[in-house]
């Protein structure tokens, strides 16, 4: 026969648990405010998305998307590819497959680049999640995780952009500031996560026919996508 627990005493456990948890909610919520101390106009890295769905879709589109929904912030500064790819050079470092925390965290530290933004995209059932954790690169502790869900393929983006978003507030970028952060990321970019892929993939490609011709080709599926046409102007009107 199973003992039932008296009532002032399943109280007091669920009272205990309130507190605990609450506790570390506040613990949480004060080392995201205050521990990487970030000031306006700070530099932070961003790592390649970790991918753990089965879709490579996903595969460098939503880093270059991310970059895209913080580029418009007067308050936090994206240290740009082009230094990414110099500081790798300097480090003997320039083959690799993935740009992830523990490489972006070594680059952070040398080019003295306060954070480092590490994400990841899961996905159970057609839900998807995406995950933001701000790393203070020398202890590579996270002091900010956040994560946003997607009901679906088509939400991705927009859940990006909102994730983007509270990552900046949180970082301290005053509401007034994110309300002038322009279009949302599905219409800066493009709705189709395809051709984003493409874009994308543009930047890697070794020989500028291929470059071209993945650019060609992602504006063959978003004719509307500004991005890739003025990219595919540049290749034939460089300066």
């Known amino acids: 026969m199973r003992r039932r627990l008296a009532w002032p005493t399943l109280v007091a456990g669920t009272l205990v648990i309130l507190a605990a948890v609450a506790g570390g909610l506040y613990w949480s919520s004060a080392v995201s405010e205050n521990a990487l101390a970030f000031k306006e106009r700070d530099w932070i890295v961003l790592t390649d998305f970790e991918n753990l769905t089965n879709d490579a879709v996903f ?29 790798l050079q300097r480090m003997q470092r320039q083959k690799i497959d993935r740009f992830d925390e523990a490489l972006a965290s070594e680059v952070a530290l040398r080019e003295g680049v306060k954070g480092v933004l590490s994400c990841s995209i899961a996905e159970v059932g057609g839900v998807y ?27 991705v983006l927009t859940a990006l952009d909102a994730l983007a978003t509270r990552v900046r507030r949180k970082l301290g970028e005053s509401l007034d500031g994110l309300a002038n952060q322009g279009v949302p990321l599905p219409r800066a970019t493009t709705p189709s996560l395809q051709a984003l892929k493409l874009y994308a993939d543009s930047f890697r490609a070794t020989d500028e026919r291929d470059s071209g011709d993945l650019l060609r080709e992602a504006i063959r599926m978003d004719p509307d996508f500004a991005l890739a046409h003025a990219e595919l102007g540049r290749a034939y009107y460089p300066g």
């Open 59 to 87: 595969d460098r589109s939503l880093r270059l998307a991310l970059e895209v929904a913080i580029a418009p912030s007067q308050f936090v500064n994206v240290f740009p590819p082009t230094r990414i790819q110099e500081a």
């Open 129 to 155: 999640s995406i995950t933001a954790r701000l790393v203070e690169p020398q202890s590579r502790a996270a002091v900010l995780t956040e994560s946003e869900p997607a009901k679906s393929k088509d939400q």
